[in-house]
């Protein structure tokens, strides 16, 4: 997405000017994959969803976003339910007791009929093609045309083709052509096209749905109104907006990215740095409010790593500038 004039980093001083602009009450989501265990990358992410949920009236949702059944594991669930629970992390819904106790409608997994009938909507509203368009084709033709494709469609041309579907065969979403914008509220404005790179693929061919169309879903099912997440994903919101008033939700809610920790040398962290995980920190000993701590100040939301209580969250957005 293209930033508009006002950019702002993740500085205390910058996040209590955004106190402001967010909206009182609102429902914010935590939603980590459980590909992995929780490394400080989720720590600083959940610290600015319960913070200003904390610091506005708002309210929190987990949801576990296991989509990908292929890479998702339980065992990596139960565990990032414990690190919640040990760090302190309370959701208002989709409590980690519920999670633990069996179905749930904050789980990915369990929401099938929910995508079932979202798609089922695009259908008939004559958005939903199948495609047989592999990584393989897109290569194809980025090889032929000598550039990547870009823009709405597919290169095999499968929304013309009216594929039966099936087994080997995904499903895509026809967002049509334009520009999404949305007023960041960290950011400020922000510019992007819905089908960068082709139409949304919404379920792969091995049947999963995927992360572009499950988020969307739920977003309006969960009754999120306010989205709070990295500045990687960035380029997802432009077909999240479009995708979400295809399926008729009246207005967006409103966005925060916020900034990214880094390690040394500015490489972003993942789960592979299994120094920085949470199940590592807690086995060498390290108290939950120093974890807390170590992200708030990895994010750049205080000066240095001093240990915060989980009560103390709210106060990084809303207290006395930061000494
Ligand atoms: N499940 C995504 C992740 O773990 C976050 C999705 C979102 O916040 O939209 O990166």
Request: charged share 25%.
């Amino acid at each position: 997405m293209t930033a508009g004039p006002r950019t702002a980093s993740g500085s205390g001083a910058t996040v209590r000017a955004i106190l402001e602009r967010l909206p009182r009450g609102a429902t914010t989501r935590f939603a980590p994959a459980p590909t992995g265990h929780l490394h400080l990358g989720h720590v600083a992410n959940a610290i600015y969803v319960w913070g200003l949920a904390r610091a506005t009236g708002g309210r929190v949702v987990l949801r576990i976003e296991d989509h990908d059944r292929g890479r998702c594991r339980p065992d990596y669930e139960t565990a990032l339910l414990d690190d919640l629970d040990w760090l302190g992390l309370r959701p208002d819904l989709g409590t980690t007791a519920e999670l633990r106790s069996g179905p749930s409608p904050y789980r990915q997994s369990d929401g099938a009929a929910a995508y079932a009938a979202a798609l089922e909507r695009l259908r008939d509203a004559g958005f939903a093609y199948a495609c047989d368009c592999s990584r393989a084709t897109f290569a194809a033709s980025a090889a032929a045309e000598g550039r990547r494709w870009s823009g709405p469609g597919c290169p095999g041309g499968c929304r013309a083709r009216r594929l039966d579907g099936g087994i080997g065969t995904g499903i895509r979403v026809a967002l049509g052509e334009g520009e999404e914008s949305v007023d960041d509220l960290l950011l400020g404005p922000l510019t992007g096209a819905p089908s960068r790179d082709g139409d949304l693929l919404v379920r792969d061919r091995h049947g999963d749905w995927t992360y572009a169309f499950a988020v969307v879903v739920d977003d309006a099912r969960h009754g999120i109104d306010l989205v709070i997440r990295g500045q990687d994903l960035l380029e997802a919101t432009p077909p999240q907006l479009r995708l979400g008033r295809l399926l008729g939700r009246p207005a967006p809610p409103a966005f925060l990215h916020h900034p990214l920790i880094s390690k040394p040398g500015g490489a972003k962290l993942s789960k592979a740095d299994g120094d920085t995980g949470v199940r590592d920190l807690r086995s060498a000993g390290w108290a939950p409010a120093r974890v807390l701590g170590e992200a708030a100040a990895a994010v750049g939301l205080r000066p240095e790593p001093r240990p915060l209580d989980v009560d103390e969250l709210a106060v990084l957005f809303d207290g006395p500038e930061p000494g």
